[in-house]
């Protein structure tokens, strides 16, 4: 567990719970941890969070990929972090265990667990989907003190109807690539909300740009591809930004774990993005 830069107290606890915090849903979720309540040693960052138009707290690099990568999938409704679990059930977890449950050093009071992002969604035919992952360096799965905390966020999530799991930076489960491509995604996944010249604007550029690039007939850089297709919008939105865009929203197929997406060949992604083809779609 990271640092805190207060000790744990029962008014600290009691004070936050008071706020609401680790607690609500959707614009109105507060993180019980803030990025700026830790002594970390490592990265921290504030995320935007465009479903809800709020600032996701997120403590570690593997936890901002985390994020991403969760923030990428279409099916998602929901991301929230640091949520608070409810510190009679993991007593009571950790006890039924035989696990020493996470306390203050200082204080000697039992601190209030949280677990880095619980995800919220549905799958294709409409049934939930409830996640929780715990977002470690892979280093510090080798710690047994970890290991110990972690089963007890298992067996909390279990008695929630939540699949729980490790998310870590190891590149087997993110690999660099991967990061990349949610990278060049990430700045472009609103773009059907930005202000248009006219209403239909911009649902008329994604049809003509997906339409250019499942007509492409030679072998081309997309990056190269996007500027040769830029004259046929008009100046009205930048081609790049579109293709990443669709490439977002399920209308283009590219290979996520491949070359960073202007790299790919728009052949290829035309190809696979042939078979997936569906009847044209407005934005929400």
């Known amino acids: 567990m ?5 000790p744990f107290t029962e ?4 004070s936050k719970l008071k706020a609401g915090r680790g607690r609500g849903e959707g614009a109105d979720y507060r993180p ?3 990025r700026d309540e830790l ?12 479903r809800f138009d709020r600032e996701v707290h997120l403590l570690s690099t593997t936890e901002h990929k985390g994020f991403h990568f969760y923030d990428a999938c279409m099916w998602v409704r929901q991301i929230r972090e640091q949520v608070l679990l409810d510190r009679e059930e993991t007593l009571d977890i950790a006890a039924e265990a035989g696990i020493p449950h996470p306390m203050d050093r200082n204080t000697r009071q039992y601190v209030a667990m949280t677990t880095d992002l619980v995800i919220d969604g549905v799958d294709s035919r409409g049934r939930p989907i409830a996640l929780a992952r715990s977002c470690k360096p892979a280093s510090d799965l080798e710690v047994f003190n970890n290991i110990e905390h972690a089963e007890i966020e298992r067996r909390y999530w ?3 109807g939540r699949q729980w799991a490790f998310f870590t930076d190891a590149q087997s489960c993110m690999p660099d690539l991967v990061y990349q491509n949610l990278e060049l995604m990430r700045p472009n996944r609103f773009l059907h909300k930005e202000a248009e010249p006219y209403p239909g604007c911009f649902d008329e550029v994604c049809d003509t740009v997906q339409d250019a690039v499942l007509s492409a007939g030679r072998p081309q850089r997309l990056g190269d591809f996007a500027k040769t297709v830029q004259p046929l919008i008009n100046g009205r939105y930048s081609a790049a930004k579109v293709i990443l865009f669709l490439i977002y929203r399920g209308r283009l197929t590219a290979d996520l774990s491949g070359a960073p ?4 060949d728009v052949i290829d992604i035309a190809r696979a993005s042939a078979a997936l083809v569906t009847p044209q779609r407005r934005f929400a």
């Not at 990271?2 to 207060?6: C, E, I, P, T, V």
């Not at 002594?39 to 465009?50: D, E, P, V, Y």
């Open 32 to 34: 019980w941890v803030s």
């Open 158 to 160: 279990k008695r929630h």
């Open 11 to 14: 008014e600290l606890y009691l």
């Open 2 to 6: 990271a640092a805190r830069s207060q």
């Open 39 to 50: 002594l970390s040693k490592g990265t921290r960052f504030l995320a935007h969070c465009g």
């Open 261 to 264: 997406f202007l790299d790919q």
